[in-house]
Protein backbone atom coordinates (compact mmCIF):
# COMPACT_ATOMS: atom_id res chain seq x y z
CA UNK A 1 0.00 0.00 0.00
CA UNK A 2 2.79 2.82 0.78
CA UNK A 3 4.25 1.85 -2.71
CA UNK A 4 0.87 2.46 -4.22
CA UNK A 5 0.75 5.85 -2.15
CA UNK A 6 4.51 6.76 -3.30
CA UNK A 7 3.34 6.55 -6.92
CA UNK A 8 -0.19 8.58 -6.13
CA UNK A 9 2.23 10.69 -4.89
CA UNK A 10 4.77 11.14 -7.83
CA UNK A 11 1.98 11.15 -10.28
CA UNK A 12 0.61 14.36 -8.47
CA UNK A 13 3.88 15.66 -8.26
CA UNK A 14 4.52 15.46 -12.01
CA UNK A 15 0.84 17.09 -12.73
CA UNK A 16 -1.04 18.69 -9.84
CA UNK A 17 -3.70 19.70 -12.13
CA UNK A 18 -4.26 16.49 -12.52
CA UNK A 19 -7.65 15.70 -10.47
CA UNK A 20 -7.53 11.90 -11.32
CA UNK A 21 -4.36 11.95 -10.01
CA UNK A 22 -5.28 13.93 -6.93
CA UNK A 23 -8.44 11.55 -6.43
CA UNK A 24 -5.80 8.54 -6.71
CA UNK A 25 -3.67 10.28 -3.83
CA UNK A 26 -6.61 10.50 -1.74
CA UNK A 27 -7.56 7.15 -2.23
CA UNK A 28 -4.55 5.84 -1.44
CA UNK A 29 -4.55 8.21 2.07
CA UNK A 30 -7.89 6.85 2.78
CA UNK A 31 -6.23 3.11 2.38
CA UNK A 32 -3.38 3.70 4.66
CA UNK A 33 -5.96 4.97 7.42
CA UNK A 34 -8.14 1.78 7.26
CA UNK A 35 -4.74 0.29 7.71
CA UNK A 36 -3.70 2.33 10.43
CA UNK A 37 -7.20 1.60 12.05
CA UNK A 38 -7.14 -2.58 11.47
CA UNK A 39 -4.31 -1.98 13.80
CA UNK A 40 -5.03 -0.31 16.64
CA UNK A 41 -3.54 3.09 15.52
CA UNK A 42 -6.58 5.64 15.48
CA UNK A 43 -4.43 8.42 15.80
CA UNK A 44 -1.98 7.50 12.85
CA UNK A 45 -5.05 6.87 10.64
CA UNK A 46 -6.74 10.15 12.15
CA UNK A 47 -3.93 11.95 10.55
CA UNK A 48 -4.13 9.58 6.45
CA UNK A 49 -7.87 10.44 6.77
CA UNK A 50 -7.23 14.03 7.62
CA UNK A 51 -5.47 14.12 4.04
CA UNK A 52 -7.88 11.86 2.72
CA UNK A 53 -10.77 14.30 3.35
CA UNK A 54 -8.48 17.54 2.60
CA UNK A 55 -8.34 16.46 -1.13
CA UNK A 56 -11.65 15.06 -1.73
CA UNK A 57 -13.48 17.64 -0.46
CA UNK A 58 -11.60 20.23 -2.47
CA UNK A 59 -12.58 17.92 -5.38
CA UNK A 60 -16.34 18.05 -4.27
CA UNK A 61 -16.30 21.63 -4.23
CA UNK A 62 -14.29 22.34 -7.16
CA UNK A 63 -17.33 19.45 -9.22
CA UNK A 64 -20.36 20.45 -7.08
CA UNK A 65 -22.71 18.18 -9.37
CA UNK A 66 -20.59 14.89 -9.43
CA UNK A 67 -22.02 12.94 -7.42
CA UNK A 68 -18.68 10.44 -7.44
CA UNK A 69 -16.56 13.27 -6.03
CA UNK A 70 -19.27 13.90 -3.30
CA UNK A 71 -19.53 11.02 -1.86
CA UNK A 72 -15.96 10.51 -1.65
CA UNK A 73 -16.01 13.47 0.18
CA UNK A 74 -18.72 11.97 2.52
CA UNK A 75 -16.74 8.58 2.94
CA UNK A 76 -13.76 11.02 4.10
CA UNK A 77 -15.53 12.45 6.81
CA UNK A 78 -16.66 9.04 7.89
CA UNK A 79 -13.33 7.48 8.36
CA UNK A 80 -12.27 10.98 10.21
CA UNK A 81 -15.19 10.67 12.46
CA UNK A 82 -14.53 6.74 13.37
CA UNK A 83 -11.09 7.29 13.75
CA UNK A 84 -12.23 10.30 16.19
CA UNK A 85 -14.61 8.17 17.54
CA UNK A 86 -12.19 5.24 18.66
CA UNK A 87 -10.03 7.94 20.65
CA UNK A 88 -13.06 9.10 22.64
CA UNK A 89 -12.63 12.54 20.77
CA UNK A 90 -16.59 12.97 20.31
CA UNK A 91 -17.56 16.42 19.31
CA UNK A 92 -15.02 16.02 16.67
CA UNK A 93 -16.41 12.96 15.53
CA UNK A 94 -19.96 14.33 15.72
CA UNK A 95 -18.65 17.52 13.51
CA UNK A 96 -17.26 14.74 10.79
CA UNK A 97 -20.35 12.86 10.86
CA UNK A 98 -22.40 16.15 10.50
CA UNK A 99 -20.07 17.12 7.76
CA UNK A 100 -20.47 13.61 6.16
CA UNK A 101 -24.35 13.86 6.35
CA UNK A 102 -24.26 17.12 4.85
CA UNK A 103 -23.09 15.81 1.58
CA UNK A 104 -25.13 13.03 1.47
CA UNK A 105 -27.96 15.42 1.87
CA UNK A 106 -26.78 17.64 -0.89
CA UNK A 107 -26.48 14.55 -3.34
CA UNK A 108 -30.19 12.72 -2.67
CA UNK A 109 -31.45 16.31 -3.20
CA UNK A 110 -30.51 15.88 -6.97
CA UNK A 111 -30.54 12.07 -6.68
CA UNK A 112 -33.74 11.22 -4.12
CA UNK A 113 -33.77 7.51 -5.53
CA UNK A 114 -30.11 6.49 -4.85
CA UNK A 115 -30.49 3.64 -2.28
CA UNK A 116 -26.41 3.60 -2.05
CA UNK A 117 -26.48 7.01 -0.70
CA UNK A 118 -29.32 6.61 1.28
CA UNK A 119 -27.76 3.62 2.91
CA UNK A 120 -24.63 5.58 3.59
CA UNK A 121 -26.82 8.39 5.42
CA UNK A 122 -28.17 5.64 7.22
CA UNK A 123 -25.26 4.54 9.14
CA UNK A 124 -24.40 8.58 9.61
CA UNK A 125 -27.21 9.10 11.29
CA UNK A 126 -27.04 6.33 13.83
CA UNK A 127 -23.47 7.09 14.23
CA UNK A 128 -24.21 10.48 15.19
CA UNK A 129 -26.62 8.75 17.71
CA UNK A 130 -24.30 6.83 19.12
CA UNK A 131 -22.21 9.81 19.45
CA UNK A 132 -24.65 11.51 21.41
CA UNK A 133 -25.32 8.87 23.63
CA UNK A 134 -21.72 9.34 24.80
CA UNK A 135 -22.29 12.92 25.47
CA UNK A 136 -25.48 12.06 26.61
CA UNK A 137 -27.18 14.53 24.45
CA UNK A 138 -30.26 12.39 24.33
CA UNK A 139 -32.38 14.73 21.92
CA UNK A 140 -29.37 14.26 19.41
CA UNK A 141 -29.55 10.87 19.71
CA UNK A 142 -33.18 10.28 19.23
CA UNK A 143 -33.39 12.55 16.07
CA UNK A 144 -30.73 11.67 14.47
CA UNK A 145 -31.77 7.44 15.22
CA UNK A 146 -35.47 8.10 14.54
CA UNK A 147 -34.18 9.42 10.70
CA UNK A 148 -31.76 6.46 10.97
CA UNK A 149 -34.80 4.07 11.37
CA UNK A 150 -37.03 5.77 9.13
CA UNK A 151 -34.48 5.92 6.33
CA UNK A 152 -33.35 2.08 6.84
CA UNK A 153 -37.09 1.09 6.76
CA UNK A 154 -37.73 2.96 3.50
CA UNK A 155 -34.71 0.98 2.14
CA UNK A 156 -35.82 -2.30 3.29
CA UNK A 157 -39.26 -2.08 2.38
CA UNK A 158 -38.22 -1.56 -0.80
CA UNK A 159 -36.04 -4.64 -0.95
CA UNK A 160 -37.34 -7.03 1.39
CA UNK A 161 -34.62 -9.81 0.30
CA UNK A 162 -31.24 -7.28 0.75
CA UNK A 163 -29.82 -8.44 4.26
CA UNK A 164 -27.47 -5.20 4.30
CA UNK A 165 -30.64 -2.58 4.43
CA UNK A 166 -32.30 -5.33 6.96
CA UNK A 167 -28.46 -4.93 8.77
CA UNK A 168 -29.40 -1.20 8.69
CA UNK A 169 -32.87 -1.69 10.09
CA UNK A 170 -32.17 -3.80 12.77
CA UNK A 171 -29.00 -1.95 13.79
CA UNK A 172 -31.12 1.54 13.68
CA UNK A 173 -33.76 0.11 16.25
CA UNK A 174 -31.42 -1.62 18.32
CA UNK A 175 -30.28 2.37 18.93
CA UNK A 176 -33.37 3.27 19.09
CA UNK A 177 -34.26 1.36 22.04
CA UNK A 178 -31.31 1.97 23.49
CA UNK A 179 -32.19 5.67 23.40
CA UNK A 180 -35.73 4.92 24.54
CA UNK A 181 -34.24 3.20 27.61
CA UNK A 182 -32.09 6.01 28.45
CA UNK A 183 -34.74 8.15 28.38
CA UNK A 184 -36.98 6.03 30.64
CA UNK A 185 -39.33 5.21 27.79
CA UNK A 186 -39.28 1.34 28.58
CA UNK A 187 -42.44 0.03 26.41
CA UNK A 188 -41.03 2.02 23.52
CA UNK A 189 -37.51 0.85 24.38
CA UNK A 190 -38.55 -3.01 24.28
CA UNK A 191 -40.78 -2.63 21.04
CA UNK A 192 -37.81 -1.64 19.00
CA UNK A 193 -35.79 -3.92 20.60
CA UNK A 194 -37.81 -6.82 19.59
CA UNK A 195 -38.51 -5.68 16.30
CA UNK A 196 -34.40 -5.81 16.38
CA UNK A 197 -34.20 -8.98 17.45
CA UNK A 198 -36.65 -10.27 15.16
CA UNK A 199 -34.61 -9.08 12.49
CA UNK A 200 -31.35 -10.23 13.91
CA UNK A 201 -32.85 -13.97 13.82
CA UNK A 202 -34.19 -13.64 10.24
CA UNK A 203 -30.38 -12.39 9.07
CA UNK A 204 -28.74 -15.09 11.46
CA UNK A 205 -31.41 -18.11 9.86
CA UNK A 206 -30.45 -16.47 6.54
CA UNK A 207 -26.71 -18.02 6.88
CA UNK A 208 -25.75 -18.59 10.46
CA UNK A 209 -21.77 -18.71 9.14
CA UNK A 210 -21.86 -15.00 9.06
CA UNK A 211 -20.47 -13.19 12.54
CA UNK A 212 -21.81 -10.27 11.61
CA UNK A 213 -25.21 -11.39 11.87
CA UNK A 214 -24.46 -12.83 15.26
CA UNK A 215 -23.48 -9.22 16.34
CA UNK A 216 -26.17 -7.80 15.16
CA UNK A 217 -28.71 -10.22 17.36
CA UNK A 218 -26.09 -9.22 20.10
CA UNK A 219 -26.31 -6.06 20.55
CA UNK A 220 -30.27 -5.85 20.87
CA UNK A 221 -30.41 -8.29 23.40
CA UNK A 222 -27.86 -7.57 25.61
CA UNK A 223 -29.47 -3.84 26.26
CA UNK A 224 -32.81 -5.67 26.29
CA UNK A 225 -31.71 -7.85 29.29
CA UNK A 226 -30.00 -4.33 31.09
Same mark, same amino acid.
Given at each position: ????????????????????????????????????????????????????????????????????????????? &????????????????????? @????????????? &???? =???? @? &???????????????????? =??????????????? @????????????????????????????????????????????????? &??????????????????????
Amino acid at each position: MNQYHDHARQLVEIDPDNDDWQAELEYSHSNLGTLEMDEGNAAAAELQFRKSLEVSSRLAKKYPGDMERIVAAGQSY &AWLASSLHSQAKLDEAKSARI @AEIQSYEEALASD &AKNS =ALKE @A &AVVAYFSIAQIALGLNDLPL =ALEHVNTATNLAGEL @ASSDPENVVYQDRLSLSLAILGEVYAFQGQLTDSRQALLRSISIGRYLR &AKNENVARWQSVLAHPTLVLAR
